[in-house]
């Protein structure tokens, strides 16, 4: 099995822009335990791990206010479901 690398988390971050919310979730949630996995690595440049591990959290609060953003808006367009304002 390869090992994975923090190019491989990187390009997963970018990869989740473009999914639907439950498929990014899954992709961030394995980003963020090759992270953890790679924190221990003797041959990891540790400050380029902290910055995606930085990155990685705010894809994760983008996922969140986008879902969150269009469960809203569907709620609006749909009033006369239970979750409308």
């Given amino acids: 099995m390869t090992e994975t690398t923090l190019e491989d988390v990187e390009r997963s971050l970018d990869r ?3 999914l ?3 498929e990014a979730v899954s992709v961030l ?3 963020r335990q090759d992270l953890e996995d790679l924190s ?3 041959d990891v440049d540790e ?3 902290r910055e995606l ?3 990685l959290e ?3 609060r983008e ?3 986008r879902d969150a953003y269009d469960s809203e808006l569907g709620a609006a367009m749909n009033p006369e479901e239970e979750d409308a304002p």
């Fill in 16 to 18: 989740a822009t473009d």
């Fill in 20 to 22: 639907e919310t439950e």
């Fill in 29 to 31: 949630q394995t980003a």
């Fill in 40 to 42: 221990t690595a003797a």
């Fill in 47 to 49: 400050q380029r791990r």
């Fill in 53 to 55: 591990e930085d990155r």
């Fill in 58 to 60: 705010q894809r994760i």
């Fill in 63 to 65: 996922v969140k206010e």
